[in-house]
């Protein structure tokens, strides 16, 4: 039962699982079926499913749960368990989190004083527009292209003090990819070094819608994992939803752009390139604002969800560069702080490799002249 438990809880068919061990499918059905198998390929199966080894003694597989609170809907069962890349994503971020919360004190720094520092009672327009002045999205404008508006986004977003990390796969393992359809990402909220995850395999305008939902969250002083689905039911959610909508599309600006005469679909993936949202934003917040009937709406969004579904809209990293995609997985901010500390000699290097998910002293020494901290 542990055995079967471990694969599926891992993605994983009996073929893969063989491959991965370098065995027939054959012998991973008989060890599922006899519970029979040496210690040496019970150690090789934990290994390849991200498993502890103690649970394979157990006589039930083990309940887990997420340590930070659950807003996800996946397919109407909110009480999924959690695959061990998200898991292993929450735990690799909170122990960052803790250590440069650690750093910061000991420099001196005060706590971010807008951390927590709203509530769900709090007038959604006015919070979004405390995030959207922050942002200062209304002095400077963000750039035309996606992923340079993105980037100005993640930038503005660490520039308040919060750690932006993305990523499409577990630390720096290609083969542990994180699901779009499990979540999109999470806060975790601390007033000396708030942190926001963004799922990078998503799309440009998710990941950036993505990034303002979690910073309501940090509004809020709440560490949560959410998926951002505007059909959620969760209240905390549609209220996060509602505050990242009017903060990156506000009504009164989406009103004065809006022509009753152009084709609908037409207008909102134009209106979405202006905003830097998703199709589904600018429609959902047409409706909110009276601009579009509730027939219209319903029409327009099923053929819009469609058509986005079939495709593959997955981003990846910020490119092939490996030391510019760790500026994205670790945020710039956090790696120069621990290589820094290493070199000074307050961090020992095998904490700081552990932190930054590196193997070679080489890729260090590299990274840390790529951030400017070594000549």
Not at 24 to 46: C, M, N, P, Q, Y
Not at 255 to 284: D, E, M, N
Not at 330 to 338: G, P
Request: charged share 25%; glycine share 6%.
């Amino acid at each position: 039962m542990i055995l079967r438990w471990a694969r599926e809880r891992a993605s994983l068919a009996p073929d893969e699982l063989a491959k991965r061990i370098n065995l027939g499918v054959k012998r991973i059905e008989e060890w599922e079926t006899t519970g029979t198998l040496s210690f040496d390929h019970l150690e090789r199966v934990a290994q390849k499913t991200y498993t502890p080894l103690g649970y394979f003694f157990l006589e039930a597989p083990p309940v887990r749960s997420l340590p930070i609170q659950d807003f996800r809907r996946i397919a109407g069962s909110p009480e999924a368990e959690p695959t061990p890349e998200l898991l292993d994503t929450i735990r690799q971020c909170q122990l960052r989190q803790e250590w440069f919360r650690e750093f910061l004190i000991a420099e001196g720094h005060e706590p971010h004083t807008w951390v927590g520092s709203a509530n769900v009672g709090t007038d959604r327009i006015s919070l979004a527009g405390s995030i959207r002045e922050s942002l200062a999205l209304d002095t400077r404008p963000l750039s035309a292209t996606w992923a340079e508006a993105a980037r100005n986004l993640y930038e503005r977003a660490e520039s308040l003090g919060v750690l932006v990390m993305r990523n499409g796969v577990v630390g720096n393992n290609t083969h542990r990819k994180l699901r779009v359809d499990e979540f999109r990402g999470f806060a975790l909220a601390d007033a000396f070094a708030p942190l926001i995850f963004v799922n990078a395999s998503d799309s440009k305008a998710a990941q950036m819608f993505t990034l303002v939902h979690e910073l309501c969250h940090l509004w809020l002083g709440q560490s949560a994992v959410s998926d951002s689905d505007p059909s959620t039911t969760v209240e905390i959610e549609r209220f996060c939803n509602a505050v990242a909508a009017e903060a990156l599309v506000p009504a009164n600006r989406l009103t004065g752009l809006w022509s009753s005469t152009k084709p609908l679909l037409s207008q909102a993936v134009s209106l979405a390139r202006t905003f830097k949202v998703s199709t589904l934003v600018v429609l959902i917040r047409a409706r909110e604002a009276g601009l579009i009937a509730d027939d219209a709406f319903a029409d327009a969004y099923a053929v819009e969800l469609k058509r986005i579904q079939t495709v593959d809209s997955a981003s990846g990293s910020d490119g092939g560069d490996f030391y510019n995609t760790q500026n994205a997985r670790l945020s710039s901010r956090f790696a120069a702080a621990v290589i820094s500390s290493a070199l000074e000699g307050k961090t020992p290097y095998s904490e700081a490799f552990r932190l930054l998910g590196f193997r070679k002293t080489s890729t260090f020494d590299e990274y840390a002249k790529v951030l400017g901290v070594l000549p």
